[in-house]
């Protein structure tokens, strides 16, 4: 059963929400749901799905609302771009990511509910939620107060916990792909979606050398050079993540025309270099014990060494946790090599050199 109002589950045997004492629904009337228009309305995918409207689109795929035929409930329904329908490798990847996302049943990441081929093309069939992401909340907002940002972070880092100890890195953490469930400005729960660049740890036959993967801002070092990520990977995008959601700006960013010497591709180079080997500025969150607190916790997820960061997504749960209760964080020791990153592959020693050079350094040379 569900609440129409803040669209929270409950068991069959549920008549009204605990929460906000509305009557529960068996599902919502499709015709309510707001989707943009489509050419592919109407169109029915594996016999099953009917197109309603179009919710968006990425690089390789868009996501429609539809109607699960087979009792009415709204799904998402995430199918290629026709320009990738053809090419074997992306629907390897996409097939990847549908694999990848259905391994992990935890209330902190969006259900996957059928994965299939339609017409040679695959396809991959979510949980409708209901809401809006960390990232339009923050366009509202531009800034959260601890208080009502750590619940927030707390259950992403419970999913991205989970995906990690089933082996999956999701490799583009950021506000986007938090979705933050509920009436918009009361949410009830945060999901982590879009497991779009999502790597097993033991498969690595579908991410060549030089490929970059993930969304610029975010990137942790060792994607800028496409050197193999882990779990401290999804660290560092989630120290980023902290960065923008209390302090309101980004370590590091893209200025488009901040300097009419730079072309675009540039301008992304010099945010790939910084992330390399940039320390970032600090996010200065105000001179409290708290603050300084939560400061520490961002900047040890920023550590350009991954051996330097949080272990894991338990460990910066852990501390961040800590945030709320009285006593500062026990204070780290002090690292045993100096935080610059060492390229982990020939062709992340190319890049790095690369990097290194932008920002008129070199690759190997004493820090």
């Given at each position: 059963m569900l609440c129409p109002r803040c669209h929270r589950r409950y068991a069959d045997d549920h008549r009204f929400c605990p929460h906000d004492g509305e009557r529960l629904v068996q599902s919502l009337d499709i015709r309510r749901i707001r989707a943009k228009p489509t050419e592919h309305v109407g169109t029915v995918v594996a016999d099953r799905y009917r197109v309603r409207g179009l919710i968006g689109s990425g690089g390789m795929a868009q996501v429609f609302l539809a109607e699960d035929t087979?009792?009415?409930?709204?799904?998402?329904?995430?199918?290629?771009?026709?320009?990738?329908?053809?090419?074997?490798?992306?629907?390897?990847?996409?097939?990847?990511?549908?694999?990848?996302?259905?391994?992990?049943?935890?209330?902190?990441?969006?259900?996957?509910?059928?994965?299939?081929?339609?017409?040679?093309?695959?396809?991959?069939?979510?949980?409708?939620?209901?809401?809006?992401?960390?990232?339009?909340?923050?366009?509202?907002?531009?800034?959260?107060?601890?208080?009502?940002?750590?619940?927030?972070?707390?259950?992403?880092?419970?999913?991205?916990?989970?995906?990690?100890?089933?082996?999956?890195?999701?490799?583009?953490?950021?506000?986007?792909?938090?979705?933050?469930?509920?009436?918009?400005?009361?949410?009830?729960?945060?999901?982590?979606?879009?497991?779009?660049?999502?790597?097993?740890?033991?498969?690595?036959?579908?991410?060549?050398?030089?490929?970059?993967?993930?969304?610029?801002?975010?990137?942790?070092?060792?994607?800028?050079?496409?050197?193999?990520?882990?779990?401290?990977?999804?660290?560092?995008?989630?120290?980023?993540?902290?960065?923008?959601?209390?302090?309101?700006?980004?370590?590091?960013?893209?200025?488009?025309?901040?300097?009419?010497?730079?072309s675009p591709a540039m301008e992304e180079a010099m945010v790939l270099a910084n992330q390399l080997m940039t320390p970032p500025p600090p996010p200065n969150l105000g001179a409290s014990p708290a603050a300084r607190s939560l400061e520490a916790v961002i900047l040890k997820c920023l550590r350009k060494r991954p051996e330097h960061r949080y272990a894991s997504m338990e460990a910066l749960v852990e501390d961040l946790g800590r945030l709320g209760r009285p006593g500062a964080l026990a204070a780290d020791a002090p690292l045993a090599a100096p935080d610059v990153y060492a390229a982990q592959t020939p062709y992340g020693e190319h890049a790095a050199r690369f990097l290194y050079k932008q920002l008129g350094g070199v690759y190997g040379a004493a820090p």
């Open positions: 087979q009792g009415g409930a709204p799904v998402a329904l995430k199918l290629l771009e026709p320009r990738f329908r053809r090419e074997p490798k992306v629907k390897a990847r996409f097939l990847l990511e549908a694999k990848a996302a259905a391994t992990v049943a935890h209330p902190n990441i969006v259900e996957v509910l059928d994965i299939g081929l339609h017409e040679g093309s695959p396809y991959l069939v979510m949980e409708f939620l209901f809401g809006e992401s960390l990232s339009s909340l923050l366009v509202r907002e531009k800034r959260l107060s601890p208080e009502a940002g750590v619940p927030i972070l707390l259950q992403a880092a419970a999913g991205l916990g989970a995906a990690h100890r089933a082996g999956i890195v999701h490799r583009d953490v950021k506000p986007a792909n938090v979705f933050l469930v509920g009436e918009k400005g009361d949410a009830w729960a945060a999901k982590v979606v879009d497991f779009g660049f999502a790597k097993l740890y033991e498969h690595s036959g579908l991410t060549q050398a030089g490929v970059t993967v993930g969304t610029l801002e975010y990137m942790a070092p060792e994607q800028t050079i496409s050197d193999p990520p882990d779990a401290r990977t999804d660290v560092y995008g989630f120290g980023v993540l902290m960065y923008r959601m209390f302090s309101g700006r980004l370590p590091f960013s893209v200025t488009r025309g901040s300097s009419p010497a730079l």
